[in-house]
């Protein structure tokens, strides 16, 4: 049985962010963003943050384990600067607000039916046990102590409905008011009179950036003792999170959206291609694996991600890659004219149109994901739709389709900076197979980034490979959804700081989150003078 009857409490309102859209084309390729130190100022304050979708499912399952409950799909939430976590985009609409309320009744009615894995009592106790159990749930689901003020309106709450409708109905409602509440659907962090954040918030800090989900029982043990109110603390257990296989999660979250791996999902082939559903899933499997193990287990650093000749092939993949297909995923060496990431099949072929490949897209990937060079939108009434050859011309490659599409005095403006970019790649096609001609005709995958004239994609991933731009572009990715894409992700200090040592540890991304979680203008704990 339901109870869909909503139980008191308010919601409190997401922060509010105007966005602006821009038009035309406003990038440049030079340094993404300054690390001059100069005044550092006070150390930035969080803004109220509502969970991402990602990180509400990973609180659920923590505070939930073994709930096999369909949670609804969750609007989608706009994604600025590439990451679903920016706080000024995380408003609650409407329908989201509805689509909690959906997930909170379902958990709760779930939780209801197998109460004695969840209760710290006998329900037989009645109110004491409602109360035990708030005690021991409602801490963990809000990721901190509760006020008197809180405790009090939960408890009014079970006994209300205790008295009206016994503990099974009171249990479900009170659960579902806690997973409906603000302190658990938001971060809330308070300041104290000496400007730093307390223990409990230090903790979420932790573990929503190397985790995504919530702090774990020795992290909570961790901010009772007061542990994280020093920097060794704090270096204590972010060594000790970074060890868990959770730091894999929160790795990934970040991978996943820095690198668009979600793209693959929405790309369309010709049916000769055999782009199923088999394939699309080992596609995306490569890629994961491949980060999972060369990128993050490994150690790997960036020049790894860029350069490496090792990657994860399967029965599905080989015949693309040119290589004998392995019984089962195999960790293989690619053929010679293949390193890195942008070179396997996983990013080529989500970003190839149905019929040919994009250097629009894999050029703008580059310069969005990896130099930091913001584009705007085309301008309105810009004829988008694929180059194609012209019959009166003859056999055109793919580049040269290209070039005459966006030749205009509107389009070059942008495609001047692209092309040039993307025409790396022309020697792969749609899918990320090598070939050795386009329609008949040579291959030109000359490029040039900036005024540097490099040789195919071998050429552009050793010079992205060497740049100091790519490694501040990526602390400035890592910044910005560390710090949910806030104007504390500009904080010359910090920025100044991670870059340092990111450099100094020869790009390891691994060391790049410890870095970010060690500083104290992150987790606002500074070392005593």
């Known amino acids: 049985m339901r109870h869909d009857r909503t139980p008191t409490g308010r ?7 105007a966005l602006i859209a821009l038009g035309g084309c406003w990038g440049s390729i030079g340094d993404p963003g300054s690390t001059d130190e100069g005044q550092c100022g006070a150390v930035p304050v969080p803004p109220i943050k509502r969970l991402s979708h990602v990180e509400y499912v990973n609180t659920v399952r923590a505070l939930l384990p073994d709930i096999d409950v369909a949670l609804p799909e969750l609007a989608l939430d706009p994604t600025p600067h590439g990451f679903d976590n920016d706080a000024d985009a995380l408003r609650a609409s409407p329908l989201l607000v509805d689509q909690y309320s959906v997930a909170a009744n379902r958990l709760a009615e779930r939780v209801r039916e197998r109460q004695g894995e969840y209760l710290p009592c006998d329900a037989a106790e009645g109110a004491a046990c409602g109360h035990a159990f708030i005690d021991a749930f409602a801490p963990r689901a809000y990721r901190r102590p509760l006020t008197t003020e809180e405790r009090a309106e939960l408890v009014a709450t079970f ?12 249990l479900e409602l009170t659960l579902q008011q806690i997973l409906q509440a ?18 409990y918030d230090v903790a979420s800090r932790l573990s929503y950036l190397l985790w995504s989900t919530m702090p774990d029982d020795a992290l909570f043990a961790a901010a009772a003792d007061n542990r994280l109110g020093t920097p060794a603390g704090i270096e204590a257990e972010v060594d000790r999170m970074l060890a868990d296989p959770r730091a894999l999660d929160g790795f990934m979250n970040f991978a996943q959206q820095w690198l668009g791996l979600a793209r693959l999902d929405r790309v369309s082939k010709l049916p000769e291609d055999g782009l199923d559903d088999t394939l699309r899933a080992a596609l995306a499997e490569e890629a994961r694996r491949f980060l999972t193990d060369i990128v993050f287990a490994s150690g790997g650093t960036l020049d790894d991600l860029l350069t490496s000749r090792e990657a994860w092939v399967s029965p599905e993949t080989a015949a693309f890659y040119g290589l004998p297909a392995p019984a089962d995923w195999q960790r293989m060496e690619l053929p010679d004219d293949r390193r890195g990431f942008l070179m396997q099949l996983q990013f080529l072929a989500a970003h190839g149109h149905p019929n040919n490949p994009s250097p629009v897209l894999r050029g703008l990937f580059v310069l969005q994901r990896l130099l930091c060079v913001e584009l705007g939108s085309p301008p309105a009434g810009v004829d988008m739709s694929i180059p194609e050859g012209d019959p009166d011309m003859g056999p055109t490659t793919n580049r040269q389709n290209y070039d005459r599409a966006t030749s205009g005095e509107v389009c070059s403006q942008c495609h001047v900076v692209i092309n040039p970019v993307g025409f790396a790649f022309e ?5 990320g197979r090598w070939r050795d001609q386009d329609n008949g005709l040579p291959i030109d995958d000359s490029a040039a980034v900036s005024g540097t004239t490099l040789d195919g994609a071998g050429g552009l991933v050793d010079f992205l490979a060497a740049s100091e731009q790519v490694d501040r572009c990526v602390t400035r990715k890592h910044m910005y959804y560390a710090l949910a894409g806030t104007e504390a992700a500009e904080d010359p200090c910090l920025t100044a700081d991670v870059a340092a040592d990111f450099a100094a540890s020869g790009g390891s991304l691994r060391e790049l989150m410890r870095s970010i979680a060690l500083h104290a203008r992150f987790n606002g704990i500074p070392e005593v003078p």
């Open 159 to 170: 006994d209300a409905y205790l008295a009206q409708d016994g503990f099974d109905v009171a």
């Open 427 to 431: 020697h792969f096609d749609t899918m």
């Open 11 to 17: 919601w409190a309102a997401a922060t509010a962010g």
């Open 182 to 199: 603000p302190q658990f659907l938001y971060r809330i962090e308070t300041v104290g009179p000496d400007g730093r954040p307390g223990p």
